[in-house]
Every structure is written in structure tokens, then in C-alpha cells.
């Protein structure tokens, strides 16, 4: 009796030394956020990155019980913030940021202070948006195979614009160079809108514009649309059509994008519950319907979805600047 008493308090003290370590595992797990989480922003306020990252700050603030502010580091194509982002120790800085933080900076500039495949965690990729390929109305044309007759025979005489070198305006159109046998020269401008200016003014002839952007412009009758960088139509710009279903550039797809990484310092565990949340919060119908407005599909991906998107679009535009030469200046 004695004896099958000792060996079930041995039993039973086994199995609660077994059961000690995972308890005292979770008791000891830190709680998160413990503080103000902060959401840098590398371009100015009013910008797409800074509206995308306003518009999930305030119900991500409900979900986490904590506030949730975003902060404008604008400079150097957003890397200025990616590389704060990068570096930050406090485990709660996350940042808001365009395809080229993520993916190309270190190509382009070797001298870039962070990089973006070692030093940021994935959370999750928010928006996408095609673009739209954009003309002055000084250009003639009625769909996209006589507009691109014309830009063969024009060669290096006509000209495109972009907001700055390597950005996805810039390295898009020199793949599309190559896709379709044109030959435009580059000029840089500082952002956007400076470069619908200059094809309003028909000083440079082509574009590639974010379509919400695009749109107004078009439809105010100020510029003229080729074709989307879409498969097929997109839901953002339903009534262009794309350039591979015009059949000029067969399989030629791009995306501008924008997401939220984090340092590849912060815990899985936080990565993980940041991806589920944030993934989740930019389905839902009142953000989806901003994010719309703003000029995005919805994406809402996992973290893991958005490390497969860094890496094809790594690929994809590093391979183009490797091809091109290109150079960040």
C-alpha cells in the first residue's frame, strides 16, 4: 500500500515538474504592447504611404489597447524612415513603407544604410495598385498598338517621366522598354504631380502614373490613357484596359504596393499577432472601402505572403537594374 502510494506521489511530482516549465514559460512571456507603438512613415503627411498608414493606425490603437502614432521621417525615397525602422530597439516601432524600401534599395544604392531582406521583418502587404500607362494629348493614337508604333518610330525623341530615379515609375517603364521595343529617354522630376505637369505641357510624352492619380487626369481631358500593368482590367480603373489584353506586351504585369514591416529584431510571437491583425483590419469593410478611395486593392497578406511578394519583385526589378545599369543617384 505504502509502496503504491510513494510511486504515485512520484507519478504525480514527475508530471507537475514536466508541467512547471511550459507554466512558468508562458507566466514569463512578455506582454505586448507595453507602450505607445509608433508608425514611421518615410514620406510626407497627405502622401499614399501616410494615408495607408493613418488609416490602420486608429483600429489597430482599439485592437492592441495601446496608442498608435504615426510619425513623417520623409527623405531619400522613404529609406531614411526604413533604416530607422531597421534599426529601432524598443520593439515597438513598425513602419509603413513603398515596394522599392523593401526589395530594391540595396541593389541600387550599395551604400543604403540597411538592408531591406536582412533588417526588416515582414507584417503584412496592405495595398496593390497596376499602373496606368499615361500620355500627353499632344500624342496620336487610338488604342495602345498605334500608340506604340508611334513610340518606336519616335525612338529616343520622346521622353517619359517618373518621381525620381528608381522608383518603380522609372525601373517599370525601362522593363517595359525592353517588353515593347521603345525607346524613350528618362527624366526624373521630384514627384507625381510635377510629372502630369510636364505631359500636360507636352514637354516629356509618357508616364507611368498611379491610376487613381492618372484618372483625373484623363477623364478631365488633360491627358490620355494607353493601358493598365495588369493582367486584366483593374477594379480601381475599371474602364482601361490593360496592355497585355491589348496584346502589346504579352505577360508584362507591375505593381506599386505598400506594407508594414517591422525590425528583424521584434519576437516572432509579436510578428505573428501584428500580421494577424493588421491582415485582418484591412479586410474589413469600412478600411477596405478607405483604402479603395485612396487608390488600393486590398491585399491584407499574411507575413509570410509579403516575404514571397519582396522576393519576386526582387527578382523581377533587380534584374532590370542590373540589365539597365541603373544607379541610384
Not at 517599370?172 to 524613350?184: Q, R, S, V, Y
Not at 510629372?195 to 491610376?211: D, F, K, R, S, T
Not at 506599386?256 to 483590419?281: D, G, M, Q, R, Y
Amino acid at each position: 500500500m505504502t509502496a503504491s502510494l510513494d510511486r504515485r506521489t512520484l507519478l504525480a511530482a514527475g508530471a507537475a515538474s514536466l508541467a512547471v516549465p511550459a507554466f512558468a514559460q508562458k507566466a514569463a512571456a512578455p506582454a505586448w504592447p507595453t507602450k505607445t507603438v509608433r508608425i514611421l512613415v518615410g514620406f510626407p503627411g497627405g502622401s499614399t504611404p501616410d494615408l495607408v498608414a493613418r488609416t490602420i493606425a486608429e483600429p489597430l490603437s482599439k485592437a492592441l489597447s495601446q496608442p498608435v502614432i504615426v510619425e513623417n521621417k520623409p527623405g531619400a525615397a522613404g529609406n531614411i524612415a526604413a533604416d530607422q525602422v531597421a534599426k529601432a530597439s524598443d520593439d515597438h516601432t513598425l513602419g509603413v513603407m513603398i515596394n522599392g524600401n523593401m526589395t530594391i534599395a540595396k541593389l541600387l544604392n550599395p551604400a543604403t544604410p540597411y538592408d531591406p531582406l536582412k533588417d526588416l521583418a515582414p507584417i503584412s502587404l496592405v495595398g496593390t495598385a497596376p499602373l496606368l500607362l499615361t500620355a500627353g494629348t499632344g500624342v496620336p493614337f487610338t488604342n495602345a498598338q498605334d500608340f506604340f508604333a508611334a513610340a518606336r518610330t519616335a525612338g529616343n525623341k520622346w521622353s517619359y517621366g517618373s518621381p525620381g530615379v528608381g522608383t518603380v515609375g522609372h525601373i517599370g517603364m525601362e522593363l517595359l522598354k525592353t517588353k515593347a521595343g521603345i525607346d524613350p529617354v528618362h527624366v526624373p522630376y521630384p514627384g507625381n504631380p510635377q510629372v502630369i505637369n510636364a505631359m500636360i505641357a507636352g514637354q516629356i510624352q509618357l508616364a507611368l502614373l498611379p491610376p487613381g492619380l492618372a484618372a483625373q487626369q484623363v477623364r478631365a481631358g488633360k491627358l490620355k490613357a494607353v493601358g493598365v500593368t495588369s493582367s486584366g482590367r483593374s477594379s480601381l480603373v475599371p474602364e482601361y484596359p490593360s496592355l497585355d489584353e491589348q496584346g502589346v506586351t504579352r505577360g508584362f504585369q507591375l505593381e506599386i504596393w505598400t506594407a508594414v514591416a517591422a525590425p528583424a529584431s521584434l519576437p516572432k510571437a509579436v510578428v505573428a499577432k501584428l500580421s494577424a491583425l493588421i491582415s485582418e483590419i484591412a479586410r474589413t469593410p469600412e478600411v477596405r472601402q478607405k483604402l479603395f478611395a485612396q487608390g488600393w486593392q486590398v491585399a491584407g497578406t499574411s507575413s509570410e505572403g509579403l516575404a514571397n511578394r519582396i522576393k519576386q519583385d526582387t527578382a523581377l526589378l533587380g534584374d532590370v537594374i542590373r540589365t539597365r545599369g541603373i544607379k541610384a543617384e
